[in-house]
């Protein structure tokens, strides 16, 4: 069983960064897939990006067009954790983001952080 924990969101102003962070409790094993996702106000949820890790620990990433650029998706296997850094925030940003993780063994979700980019 996996746990997943977000934390690092709050409120920024436009142009300002934050680092969002998905700590993992429970063993993850190769092939899985970490994401982030976000749903803002009367927003369909969406697809931030994603980090790919496969079978021979080849590493790969992906990102929603309205970021591209602006935010980075890492990780640290030492700390179990998924991050976020997020550049050049934007009021359209706000959301609630979760991070989610796919295995072989099933999907779990963390429960969101909120993010709000505002003067």
């Known amino acids: 069983q996996v746990q997943l924990m977000e934390s690092g969101g709050g409120l920024v102003q436009p142009g300002g960064s934050l680092r969002l962070s998905c700590a993992a409790s429970?063993?993850?094993?190769?092939?899985?897939?970490m994401s982030w996702y976000r749903q803002g106000p009367g927003k369909q949820r969406e697809l931030v990006a994603t980090?790919?890790?496969?079978?021979?620990?080849?590493?790969?990433?992906n990102y929603g067009d309205s970021v591209k650029g602006r935010f980075t998706i890492s990780r640290d296997n030492v700390k179990n954790t998924l991050y976020l850094q997020m550049n050049s925030l934007k009021p359209e940003d706000t959301a609630v983001y979760s991070c989610?993780?796919?295995?072989?063994?099933?999907?779990?979700w963390g429960q969101g952080t909120q993010v709000t980019v505002s003067s």
């Open positions: 989610s993780l796919g295995t072989r063994g099933g999907g779990y």
């Open positions: 980090i790919t890790v496969d079978s021979n620990s080849g590493v790969s990433t």
């Open positions: 429970g063993s993850i094993f190769r092939p899985y897939i």
